[in-house]
C-alpha cells in the first residue's frame, strides 16, 4: 500500500500475528524482530518505535478500509439499507479475517497518553462514522428510511450497536460469530428505521 515500503507492511503483518496470539501487551521490538528474522537494530531502521508500528498499522488499516468500502460495487437496485447492509458485512468480515486489528482499535484506554495513536483510532471511527451518516442522510432524502429520529443519532445509535457486538466478539476471545452477531444487530435497527 502506498506510502508503506514492502519491509514495513511484512513487519506490521507480523505485528498483527503477534497481537492475535499474545495480545498487545506482548508485542515488543525484541520479539516483533525475531518474528520477521531481523536483528533489534534493522527493525529500528524501519520503525522508530512500538507505537510507531502501531501508528502505522492504524494507518494502514483506514487506507484499507476506504479503498475496501470505496470500491463495493452497489447495485442500481439496492435501497440505502441494501448499501449499509454491504458496507457493515464488508466491515465485519475484515474484522473476523484480522482480529488483531480490533485488539488495537480497542485498546484506546492504553493510548491516553498517546496523542498519536488516540487520533489514529479516531480517525477511523470518524471514517466509519461518515460512511453511515451519508448513507442515513440518503436513505431519509430518498424515503427508504424513516426521519422521525435525524442522521447524526441514528449513526450513534447503528455504530455503537455494532461496537458492543464486535466488543462482545473480543470479549469471548474471537469465538462468537462476529458477523452473524452483527447482522442481527444492523437488522433490528433497519427494521425500526427502514421504510417498507
Partial sequence: MAGFTDRQVQIMEAATGRISKFGIQ??????????????????????????E??????????????TRI?????????TSGDELREIFNSQLQTFKNKPAIVSVIFEESIFHFDENLSSKVAGIIELMQNYVKANISKGQKNGHYSKLVNSETLTTIILGGIRLTVLKWKLSGFKSNLVKEGKLVLEGILKMIENK
Fill in 53 to 66: 508500528i502501531l501508528s502505522s498499522l492504524l494507518e494502514y488499516f483506514k487506507r484499507e478500509m476506504e
Fill in 70 to 78: 470505496g470500491s463495493i460495487a452497489f447495485k442500481s437496485t439496492d
Fill in 26 to 51: 506482548n508485542l515488543t521490538i525484541k520479539t516483533l524482530a525475531e518474528d520477521v528474522g531481523l536483528s533489534e537494530p534493522a527493525l529500528y531502521r524501519h520503525f522508530k518505535s512500538k507505537n
